[in-house]
């Protein structure tokens, strides 16, 4: 899927505990940059304003506009139209899980997750991708 080195993570997630947790699983933990947004359309504002990520790391349940709606809207704007995406959720049931992967994904990652594996489990995900 891709070659590229994976350094910077666009994050997006609605609850701002998860947030936190998931910045310092990933930056502290993983040593990546990971920029964060509450919502699919904030997400949307920073590609448009120029910043291109690595990954996309998508919540599936958010109000408004949940991870696959905004994953179609990415894929719509040029800087993030190929972009690797892995999906955060609590719903891991099998039909869900082959929704995912049909949307292009590189995997999914359970909900809760372990803050101590996170980085691990994004780096595999990506390193299968390649």
Do not use: H
Not at 36 to 58: H, N, W
Not at 87 to 109: C, D, H, N, R
Request: overall charge negative; aromatic content about 6%.
């Amino acid at each position: 899927m891709t070659t590229a080195t994976l350094a910077n993570i666009l994050y997006v997630e609605d609850d701002a505990d998860i947030q936190t947790v998931a910045r310092i699983a990933l930056e502290v933990v993983g040593g990546f940059e990971l920029k964060t947004c509450g919502s699919g359309a904030q997400a949307l504002a920073e590609i448009r304003q120029g910043y291109v990520p690595d990954l996309l790391l998508l919540d599936v349940m958010m109000p408004n506009m949940d991870g696959p709606t905004t994953l179609a809207e990415l894929r719509k704007l040029p800087a993030t139209a190929a972009t690797p995406v892995i999906f955060m959720t609590a719903k891991v049931q099998a039909p869900e899980l082959e929704f995912y992967k049909s949307l292009g994904a590189l995997g999914v990652i359970a909900k809760p997750f372990d803050p101590m594996e996170l980085s691990a489990q994004v780096r595999a995900l990506w390193d299968k991708g390649l």
